[in-house]
């Protein structure tokens, strides 16, 4: 089993940023592919953003490309998301996951999950 702690979330306004941590722990060996999603009120688990952990190969949903980046730090177990511009649309509950194969843009394809945390940008 993988455990994930989401941090970092938090009230911004429009245009402004935030970054948040995923930390793992637990069987992280077992870890291959980590990835963010986001859930508004009403609406399905989207895609945000994913890295391979050996690779680093990444992947970002189009809504976010150019204002996201995802990132690594393989030594310390934890995954980043440096969220800039940031718009009202991207209000959301945001979770971390991880899986034994490399990142894929599907949240099916996950194993563990964190709890999540929220993010909420005011116009």
């Known amino acids: 089993q993988v455990q994930l702690v989401e941090s970092g979330g938090g009230l911004v306004q429009a245009g402004g940023s935030l970054r948040l941590s995923c930390a793992a722990s637990?069987?992280?060996?077992?870890?291959?592919?980590m990835g963010w999603f986001r859930q508004a009120p009403g609406k399905e688990r989207e895609f945000v953003a994913a890295?391979?952990?050996?690779?680093?190969?990444?992947y970002y949903a189009e809504s976010v490309k150019g204002r996201f980046t995802i990132s690594r730090d393989n030594a310390k177990n934890t995954v980043y998301l440096q969220m800039n511009s940031l718009k009202p649309e991207d209000t959301a509950v945001y979770y971390c996951?991880?899986?034994?194969?490399?990142?894929?843009?599907?949240?099916?394809?996950?194993?563990?999950w964190g709890l999540g945390t929220q993010v909420t940008v005011n116009p």
């Open positions: 996951a991880s899986q034994k194969f490399i990142a894929t843009v599907k949240p099916d394809d996950y194993e563990d």
């Open positions: 637990g069987r992280t060996f077992s870890i291959s592919g």
């Open positions: 890295i391979s952990k050996n690779s680093g190969r990444t």
